[in-house]
């Protein structure tokens, strides 16, 4: 009932204002945060040209299909197939791949370097708040021993991926699902490690964590759940 006047009436409101609002009319928050972001739309003079928060972005779209990589025959044990072959069937489902390959966050793949890392980052502080939001950069999740996981230890990759304990000593990894990935059973994630470890290594440095304030000169997208600071 709402909308429309949301939509129409309040010309005045920035785009993130009208987010607000429109998150207000389905229930999400609650009717105080509504009449505090119409009274910040009401004192903005009426000439005042509204910040565009969303201006140097573009919409993407959702990506194909991700197959994993296939792996490498002969680079484990026959005794290892069906752990191997579970392992691409998990990371498969737990769309390891749609984050971890190149491409893949705009909705185009590189599928050469499946699993390889990205350089296309994800966002992990509000992009709508500041011009210069921290970006992370997911990880090259191929064998090699300089810019993959190679090198890790079993223990590493295990705790990067059910605690996001990952190269950023003393910070969590944002926005990898790890959360979820907390209850795979230890089968499971030795599977996941044991194909890890089977397919191609590639050789690709994903781009350095980008601080918070600090430029991005590679792109990135955002997703995630930002806290108001209203009380
Ligand atoms: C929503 C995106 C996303 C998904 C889905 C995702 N990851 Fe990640 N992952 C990341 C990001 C971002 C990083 C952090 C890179 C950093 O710390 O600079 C990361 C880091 C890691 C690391 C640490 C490696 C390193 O070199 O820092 C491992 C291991 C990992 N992911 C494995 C996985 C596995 C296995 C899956 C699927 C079960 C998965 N990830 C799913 C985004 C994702």
Do not use: Y
């Given at each position: 009932m709402c909308f429309p006047i949301c939509k129409t009436e309040?010309?005045?409101?920035?785009i993130g204002e009208r987010l607000i609002l429109e998150a207000v009319v389905s229930n999400i928050y609650p009717i105080l945060l509504m009449a505090s972001v119409l009274a910040a739309c009401a004192t903005r003079t009426v000439n005042e040209a509204p910040h565009d928060p969303l201006q140097d972005y573009a919409e993407v779209d959702a990506a194909t299909i991700l197959d994993a990589p296939a792996p490498v025959p002969g680079s484990f044990a026959p005794e290892h197939l069906y752990q191997v072959e579970r392992g691409e069937y998990l990371v498969e489902l737990l769309g390891?791949?749609?984050?971890?390959?190149?491409g893949a966050l705009d909705g185009v793949p590189d599928f050469d370097r499946?699993?390889?890392?990205?350089?296309i980052g994800i966002a992990y502080s509000n992009p709508l708040g500041a011009d210069n939001p921290g970006v992370i950069y997911p990880a090259?999740?191929?064998?090699?021993?300089e810019t993959g996981?190679?090198?890790?230890?079993d223990i590493q990759i295990e705790r990067a991926i059910?605690?996001?304990?990952?190269?950023?000593?003393?910070?969590?990894?944002?926005?990898?699902?790890w959360q979820g990935y907390a209850k795979l059973s230890q089968e499971d994630m030795t599977a996941i490690v044991a194909y890890l470890r089977s397919i191609k290594p590639v050789s690709y440095k994903v781009p350095d964590e980008v601080l918070a304030g600090e430029e991005a000169e590679h792109p990135f997208v955002y997703f995630g759940v930002y806290r108001s600071h209203i009380e």
């Open positions: 309040l010309s005045g409101c920035t390891c791949g749609a984050c971890h390959t190149d499946a699993l390889a890392g990205s350089q090259n999740l191929t064998p090699d021993e996981i190679g090198a890790w230890s059910r605690a996001g304990l990952g190269r950023h000593a003393g910070k969590q990894i944002a926005a990898m699902p």
